[in-house]
């Protein structure tokens, strides 16, 4: 059965700050791996999408990285901005099912000003 | 990007009614379509995964009779939640797939409210 796990549930750090965002599968065998945001109240937004063949991903100031071995996928933010202040998750297809997709808990994620 | 829609955006009913939700994909064809829950502080659970004309496939644990899913177009999938009751206040998103690609493109979701 696949479970994702993201830590930290919560992070807050000053404007400008780089950070990590972590989130772990217990099935290596994915089809893809896909970071969306949230912003309270509202519906996701597709951030990046790392196929199973690709190590990383990258727009603006996001990077993605995927390591298939070690069941694990960062998303980098740099310069954080206020603007960046939501919750962010990672969610792995299902088997073969093609589509389904299982979540994270998400992190949330406060940059303050 | 693909673009999903929902409707209504946010909906406050009485306890017993039935609240039908919309979810259409704007500018591409939905072989699939997903409806997820989530409630506050939570994550994402998905409901049922629809098919353009068969039948919801729906996952353990979540009564097919009480949430009516149609999918009778490739751009409308309704999600009818019957008799609906407190407990059932909860965040609607559905998203949609493309026949062929792996990415999920999500509604804007639906805030139930049952009193």
């Known amino acids: 059965k696949q479970e994702v796990t993201q830590i930290p549930a919560a992070l807050s750090v000053p404007e400008g700050e780089n950070l990590v965002l972590n989130c772990s599968f217990t099935?290596?065998?994915?089809?893809?791996l896909q970071w969306f945001r949230q912003d309270p109240g509202k519906g996701l937004t597709s951030l990046l999408l790392i196929q199973s063949s690709q190590r990383e991903q990258t727009s603006g100031r996001l990077n993605a990285s995927l390591d298939k071995s070690s069941g694990r996928s960062t998303l980098y933010i740099a310069a954080s901005q206020p603007g960046d202040s939501a919750t962010y998750l990672c969610?792995?297809?299902?088997?073969?099912?093609?589509?389904?997709?299982?979540f994270g808990q998400g992190t949330e994620l406060s940059v303050k000003p | 990007g693909a673009v999903v829609s929902q409707h209504p955006s946010r909906v406050i009913c009485k306890s017993g009614t039935s609240v039908k939700i919309e979810c259409r994909s704007l500018d591409f064809q939905a072989t699939t379509m997903f409806w997820y829950r989530q409630f506050p502080k939570q994550s994402l659970m998905l409901m049922a995964t629809s098919n353009e004309g068969s039948k919801a496939t729906y996952e353990q644990g979540v009564e097919k009779d009480k949430f009516l899913i149609n999918h009778a177009s490739l751009t409308l999938s309704t999600l009818t939640v019957t008799s609906a009751h407190p407990e059932d206040s909860s965040f609607y998103i559905c998203?949609?797939?493309?026949?062929?690609?792996?990415?999920?493109?999500f509604g804007p979701g639906t805030r139930l409210t049952v009193l």
């Open positions: 969610a792995v297809p299902f088997g073969n099912q093609g589509g389904k997709l299982i």
């Open positions: 998203s949609s797939r493309i026949r062929g690609y792996n990415e999920q493109f």
């Open positions: 099935d290596s065998a994915i089809y893809n």
